[in-house]
């Protein structure tokens, strides 16, 4: 077979052109749906509608990727769910893809509220158990994950409702399968994690998740999920938060002695954070996280 000749120079120019215009006409879609002057339902009909259209050339990833408050990590855990190729194109799906793709974008353009994650930290004994407490009985539109630990309960703690309480041989099998968002080990002694299917699921849902975890686990869910927020939790004053850890009385004295001076490497990395909050009150304290997560 001889070899296919190659498009005379004027042939590449034109093609080179429309390649081009073609590129332009795709930013200006995206460029739409990022300053809410169209939707992205809206998007996608049209490049069902019209196969032709630069809409229909999009990639969904593309697509989902141009929504305000949806970054990359996000958009491949949502395409995951929605079972698409990060190659497809949103005018190359095929039935059951449009459907889901279409139920999920209702779903979220629908509600009054778009998915967010915040992630809540600060030193021990800042108040941030009391602070989610309030966040969860108070605020019940806001998703509040709970960790799982190795830890015993504590005076009052539920399993399922407070924590997961697991044994250290469950705490290893879920590391190994990939179960955890994030997992630390705090104070030297009980570790820590955020099971991550129940995250996944709220946000593909179109919810809005705040999680209450230790400053290791918010360093490693901002490196997963960098559009997360993140919120550190301050105490009104150290002389204060001396006061709460000894108050509660949950600790033996060399162990409220450790937490103290982990507590002042906690409180030095708050310039880390993206917002700060002072628990003065704890009413006030949930107030201001829960405004973080429209």
């Known amino acids: 077979m001889s070899p296919r000749p190659a498009p005379p120079q004027v ?3 034109a093609a080179s052109r429309a390649a081009v215009a073609a590129r332009r006409a795709r930013a ?5 749906i990022a300053t809410r002057n169209r939707s992205a339902r809206e998007v996608a009909e049209t490049a ?19 929504i305000p408050g949806l970054g990359p990590t996000r958009v491949a855990r949502i395409m995951g769910a929605l079972g698409i190729a990060d190659s497809k194109r949103t ?15 209702t779903a979220r353009e629908g509600g009054e509220t778009t998915s967010t994650l ?25 998703h509040l994950s709970v960790s799982a630990t190795t830890r015993a309960p504590r005076p009052g703690e539920i399993d399922g409702v407070h924590y997961f309480f697991v ?37 593909t849902a179109g919810k809005r998740v705040l999680l209450e975890i230790d400053l290791q686990g918010a360093r490693q869910v901002r490196e997963a999920m960098p559009e997360a927020k993140l919120v550190f939790l301050l105490p009104p004053t150290w002389e204060e938060l001396v006061r709460r850890l000894i108050g509660r009385g949950t600790e033996s004295p060399e162990e409220q002695a450790r937490r103290l001076e982990t507590a002042k490497v906690e409180l030095a990395a708050q310039d880390e954070f993206d917002h700060r909050v002072v628990n003065t009150d704890v009413a006030v304290a949930a107030r201001e996280v829960v405004e973080l997560t429209s």
């Open 11 to 13: 042939d590449r120019a």
């Open 118 to 142: 915040v992630v809540l930290a600060g030193p021990t004994a800042v108040g941030k158990g009391t602070v989610s407490a309030y966040i969860r009985e108070h605020y019940p539109e806001i």
């Open 91 to 105: 005018g190359g799906l095929g039935v059951r893809q449009r459907t889901a793709l279409r139920d999920w974008l």
């Open 28 to 32: 200006a879609v995206k460029q739409s």
């Open 167 to 203: 044994s250290d041989d469950e705490f290893d099998r879920m590391i190994a399968e990939g179960e955890l968002l994030e997992w630390a080990t705090v104070h030297n002694s009980y570790r820590y994690g955020t099971p991550r299917p129940p995250i996944d699921a709220a946000l």
């Open 48 to 66: 069902w509608a019209e196969p032709d259209s630069p809409e229909a050339g999009l990639r969904v990833r593309e697509l989902l990727g141009s």
